[in-house]
């Protein structure tokens, strides 16, 4: 419950001397103003940073040492296993792209079969390349390559050839 008051005790409270009190500054009054530079506080020193930065260079340097025999043991092994199974994988590549050609060739003897006239690997009868010889193998274009496989394998050489 509020207790009101009435105008009377409002007009006292305004006219009495004590009511609040006025912040003043400190006896003796405030501190003068700081001008002056204030040197900062050192954590490191120079001589501690140099010692730090040498014995790590030299801890650093000692690790790369020992360490280095075996990494470079390992680049060895590594381009050595590597340089025996490139032959292998480089024929397994030529070997499935001869297979996919041969596809190809025989997809396009299927479907042109029922065609009169129609001679695998020529355009109407005609030699596409007439001044190679017949026995030379001309290598096809990415589309030609692709032409008769699915959409899924595709794209998975599409990936391959691109990104990798």
Not at 24 to 52: C, D, F, H, W
Not at 141 to 150: D, G, T
């Amino acid at each position: 419950m509020y207790i009101v008051q009435s105008n009377l005790d409002l007009i006292k409270m305004s006219t009495t001397k004590n009511f609040y009190t006025q912040d003043l500054p400190p006896k003796g009054g405030y501190n003068p103003i700081q001008t002056s530079r204030v040197a900062l506080r050192r954590i490191l020193t120079p001589a501690v940073a140099s010692g730090l930065t040498i014995a790590t260079t030299v801890v650093g340097g000692i690790g790369y040492f020992f360490n280095y025999r075996y990494a470079r043991r390992d680049q060895v092994e590594l381009r050595s296993a590597k340089l025996a199974i490139m032959p292998m994988l480089l024929a397994e590549r030529d070997r499935e792209f001869l297979k996919q050609v041969r596809k190809n060739r025989d997809e396009e003897a299927r479907l042109m079969a029922d065609y009169p006239g129609w001679v695998v690997g020529t355009y109407f009868g005609e030699p596409v390349f007439k001044n190679e010889p017949e026995d030379k193998f001309i290598s096809p274009s990415y589309a030609e390559y692709n032409i008769h496989s699915s959409v899924n394998d595709h794209s998975e050489r599409t990936f391959r050839t691109l990104v990798m």
